[in-house]
């Protein structure tokens, strides 16, 4: 699986964990970079990256970011799954099924991270580079950006869980056209499905990503991944209170973040969270 998994300290820039093709940085103010990194094809997506996708984010996860921005190297942001080894990984049930559940846990695993994500996006964000945005709590892009999800042209079907994540992010009605039709949209009429959230201009997408990802470290943590956590509850098909979201809810009046936050309004200053 490519060069194996290395964390180092840097004073300077924060801490690395690295392969070859997915490049991590971590920031003294905790928020964390994950660079797709195969510029030369679009950054689409190889089999080893799939595999060691759900290895980086739990190596991530250990380092307590307060956020996490997925990205590509340079002007594209995924180009989809490499199909230049689909021929390889796809000639027997056997290998469809694995390079299959590999894709899914890497998109289990991005959508199950327990702090905010975001996407900023460039380019081309197309079949599995478009599904790995949609795993992010919080899409962003600029005007270049293009979407597709393209299984129709290729005689596949795209899984159920990820049309629900579709679904999710953009209605029944906007789902059906974007898989129907394999048609690519341009960032304005995406910003309008909520297929994306903010569309920016090409020069002003890193900044707006940074203050948006800066903005939520000064939030109380906690409460970030509490309510996180509930929004997957829900999206998983709770409708009601439970036990388990009942003493969650309760118990941040008892927590470290409610104590800093309760006191810093009354005080008249930022939160030390």
Sequence with gaps: MGAPLSLADNSEDG?????????TEISDNGIARLTLSQPARRNAINADMWAALPIVLSALEAESPAALIVQGDGEHFAAGADISEFETLYSTAESAAQISA???????ALAAFP????????????????????????????????????????GLVYPFSDIARLIDAVGVANAKD??????????????KMGLIHQTHAVDELDAAVSDYAAALTRLSPESL????SMIAAYQNGQRGETDETRAQFLAGF????????????????????
């Excluded at 801490?15 to 490049?23: C, E, W």
């Excluded at 590999?102 to 289990?108: G, L, P, V």
């Design 115 to 154: 702090m905010p994500t975001i996407a900023s996006i460039r380019g081309a964000c197309v079949g599995g580079g478009c599904g790995l945005a949609l795993c992010c709590d919080i899409r962003m892009a600029d005007s270049t950006a293009r979407f597709a999800i393209t299984p129709a042209k290729l």
């Design 15 to 23: 801490k690395h964990i690295m392969t070859d093709q997915l490049k």
């Design 102 to 108: 590999d894709i899914q846990t890497a998109f289990d």
């Design 225 to 228: 991944r509490v309510t996180k």
């Design 254 to 273: 008892s927590s470290r973040d409610f104590g800093e936050g309760f006191h810093a309004f009354l005080e008249k200053r930022a939160p030390e969270f």
């Design 178 to 191: 974007i898989l129907l039709s394999a048609r690519i949209i341009k960032a304005k009429p995406a910003r």
